[in-house]
């Protein structure tokens, strides 16, 4: 099995039409963690993490025609869980059919940056994967940012680290390094970790690169 990581940009028609602009709804980051397709009602129920303006999310909400439940569930004070019922629009249809094929599996999250930025991972077969980017429109533009063997955890932030790495950020984290103020300093974490200070160094600036990469999807 291959899996593969692609960005896609949406047409206006594939958006949802939020009259809101983007600069004002202040969402960073939706990530589509589970979804159901009830075909006999025509609308799919959600569950959303998104990181953004919780009061702005929920006033937009409320005057989408399209929507018929939603509910907000607060985190923290920038991070919240989104459950919806919502109709499938025909744009909808389209998009998901690109991935109904024999052979491909879209791999939660499907993360949103921006109404029309869309990360997705796909699993599959070779052959299913190599003919995927000819299934969507030519209006969604795409672009090809992985094909390997699947070994990672999809936007996972740890999956992304070595248990050395994950070990130096807990270390790093729990003697207050990362407090604001500090509380701790490289050498203090160095001593826990058994190592150099350089080396502690070099772990915590790939830890901190990776995270960041992580969250931007890159």
Same mark, same amino acid.
């Given at each position: 099995? /291959?899996?593969?990581?692609?960005?896609?940009?949406?047409?206006?028609?594939? #958006?949802?039409?939020?009259?809101?602009?983007?600069?004002?709804?202040?969402?960073?980051?939706?990530?589509?963690?589970?979804?159901?397709?009830?075909?006999?009602?025509?609308?799919?129920?959600?569950?959303?993490?998104?990181?953004?303006?919780?009061?702005?999310?929920?006033?937009?909400?409320?005057?989408?025609?399209?929507?018929?439940?939603?509910?907000?569930?607060?985190?923290?004070?920038? $991070?919240?869980?989104?459950?919806?019922?919502?109709?499938?629009?025909?744009?909808?249809?389209?998009?998901?059919? %690109?991935?109904?094929?024999?052979?491909?599996?879209?791999?939660?999250?499907?993360?949103?940056?921006?109404?029309?930025?869309?990360?997705?991972?796909?699993?599959?077969?070779?052959?299913?994967?190599?003919?995927?980017?000819?299934?969507?429109?030519?209006?969604?533009?795409?672009?090809?940012?992985? %094909?390997?063997?699947? #070994? /990672? $955890? &999809?936007?996972?932030? &740890?999956? =992304?680290? $070595?248990?050395? /790495?994950?070990?130096?950020?807990?270390?790093?984290?729990?003697?207050? *390094? *990362?407090?604001?103020? =500090?509380?701790?300093?490289?050498?203090?974490?160095?001593? &826990?970790?058994?190592?150099?200070?350089?080396?502690?160094?070099?772990?915590?600036?790939?830890?901190?690169?990776?995270?960041?990469? &992580?969250?931007?999807? *890159?």
């Amino acid at each position: 099995m /291959q899996s593969t990581d692609l960005t896609l940009h949406l047409p206006e028609r594939m #958006q949802l039409p939020i009259p809101t602009p983007d600069a004002e709804l202040e969402i960073h980051r939706e990530e589509l963690l589970s979804w159901h397709v009830d075909t006999e009602t025509e609308r799919v129920r959600f569950l959303s993490l998104v990181v953004g303006d919780f009061d702005a999310v929920r006033e937009t909400v409320v005057d989408l025609d399209v929507v018929h439940r939603f509910e907000l569930m607060p985190i923290d004070g920038d $991070t919240f869980y989104a459950y919806a019922v919502m109709d499938v629009r025909a744009a909808d249809e389209t998009l998901l059919g %690109v991935f109904d094929e024999p052979g491909l599996v879209l791999v939660p999250p499907i993360v949103y940056t921006g109404r029309e930025t869309v990360h997705v991972t796909v699993l599959g077969e070779p052959d299913a994967l190599s003919g995927l980017i000819n299934r969507f429109p030519e209006d969604i533009g795409v672009e090809v940012r992985r %094909v390997s063997a699947h #070994q /990672q $955890t &999809a936007e996972t932030l &740890a999956g =992304r680290l $070595t248990a050395r /790495q994950f070990e130096a950020m807990e270390t790093a984290r729990e003697a207050g *390094y *990362y407090d604001i103020p =500090r509380t701790a300093s490289l050498s203090e974490v160095a001593t &826990a970790l058994e190592c150099s200070e350089s080396a502690a160094s070099t772990l915590l600036r790939t830890v901190e690169s990776e995270l960041v990469d &992580a969250a931007l999807n *890159y």
